[in-house]
């Protein structure tokens, strides 16, 4: 759980092209704990989950990977902020619909 915590992290930070200070900054810690929490070293409380999940708008769930709808592995990131919840559902179905599709193309080969 840590890796993929710590790895989360950092992946969400670097697609927003922010720094360290900047997500710091942004949830009321150091710099350093934040490297901490990227490398693994360190893991976040829950209040600082919770404002790292809000800063990038995911879910708990997909910080602790229980939503496979919004995977890292899974999904690329794709900046939603400002959308309403019924725009990110539409998304999302969009994409699982052409996915759908590819899956089922591929089981007629």
Not at 35 to 57: C, H, N
């Amino acid at each position: 759980m840590t890796f993929n915590l710590s790895y989360k992290i950092k992946y969400l930070r670097k697609s927003k092209k922010i720094t360290q200070t900047d997500l710091a900054n942004a949830i009321g810690v150091t710099k350093s704990i934040v490297s901490a929490y990227e490398t693994g070293i360190r893991q976040p409380s829950l209040e600082s989950l919770v404002k790292i999940a809000q800063y990038f708008d995911v879910t708990m769930d997909y910080m602790f990977d229980l939503d496979s709808n919004q995977s890292i592995i899974n999904r690329e990131l794709i900046d939603i902020t400002g959308l309403k919840a019924n725009q990110k559902i539409l998304i999302y179905d969009l994409i699982d619909s052409y996915k759908k599709v590819n899956k089922e193309d591929e089981s007629k080969w």
